[in-house]
């Protein structure tokens, strides 16, 4: 199912971190909508097919969220292209997008390739870092970066990225309320089926990244919390 505006829950893998064989297939075979594949550090090409390949032993939509030019490889279902609205350096915004374009602009699948309005709000994660983002943000401003994602660019996906951390509910209210078409996903923090169902309240799309590494069956009990 690659109608990203009928899921709920999906599962985030980084390359950069281990799970084994039987971790892999509880996780895909959870119900969850899709497992995407991406990190900020230590995403290389090797480790990138590595996961591919093993994640591709079952049915679930495998989707590749791009993060550096060097690992991206054909074979996902999607790709999604992060645009961090809220990084005052350029390069996040259009600069890499500009270069890979110029590179694989030719060839490009333009069918499987979703971008994404990222705005991230946890000063602390790597990807804000990473990125210089500007993370003091109000609800009201948040919600005019969505705005933007759905009026001015026509962004199929806005991200609500508070990676690492709970995020302020009362923002991914605010953003929500502020978008009409585009779908809103949230990721960041969420370690329990309260938390995954409140933040599926309030957004249409749940990411559970680091739980998975720390504590899989609480991961796993996510899924069930937002989609019954
Ligand atoms: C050959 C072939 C198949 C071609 C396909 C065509 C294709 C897909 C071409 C790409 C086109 C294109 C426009 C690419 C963009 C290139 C690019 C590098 C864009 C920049 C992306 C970007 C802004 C990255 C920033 C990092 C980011 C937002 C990461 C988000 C992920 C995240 C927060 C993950 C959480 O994990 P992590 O941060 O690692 O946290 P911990 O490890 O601490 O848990
Ligand atoms: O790892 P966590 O904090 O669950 O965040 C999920 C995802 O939004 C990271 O990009
Ligand atoms: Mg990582």
């Keep these: 199912m690659y109608d990203v505006q009928k899921w709920r829950h999906a599962f985030k893998l980084d390359p950069d971190k281990h799970i084994d064989d039987d971790e892999l ?47 991206i490889t054909p074979g996902f ?36 390739i979703l971008v994404e309005g990222y705005c991230i709000l946890n000063s602390d994660c790597k990807a804000a870092k990473v990125t210089e983002a500007n993370t003091e943000l109000s609800g009201e401003d948040a919600a005019a970066y969505a705005m933007m994602a759905e009026k001015m660019f026509n962004l199929p996906i806005f991200y609500l990225e508070y990676s690492g951390t709970y995020g302020d509910i009362d923002t991914v209210r605010e953003v929500k309320d502020s978008l009409e078409n585009t779908t809103l996903f949230y990721g960041g923090g969420i370690k329990t089926p309260d ?31 937002v989609k019954g």
């Design 77 to 112: 279902d999607l790709y999604f292209i992060p645009m961090v609205m809220n990084s005052p350096n350029v390069d996040w915004v259009t600069g890499l997008h500009h270069q890979a374009v110029k590179e694989y602009g030719e060839i490009m699948n333009w069918d499987e």
């Design 195 to 225: 938390q995954a169902r409140e933040m599926a309240g309030v957004s249409d799309v749940v990411v559970v990244g680091n739980i998975v590494y720390e504590d899989l069956k609480a991961a796993l009990k996510t899924v069930k919390a």
């Design 25 to 71: 297939e509880a996780v895909c075979e959870s119900g969850t909508d899709a497992i995407i594949v991406g990190g900020t550090d230590g995403v290389t090409l090797e480790n990138v097919l590595d996961l591919m390949a093993r994640v591709r032993r079952y049915t679930v939509p495998c989707i590749l969220e791009v993060s550096n030019l060097e690992s």
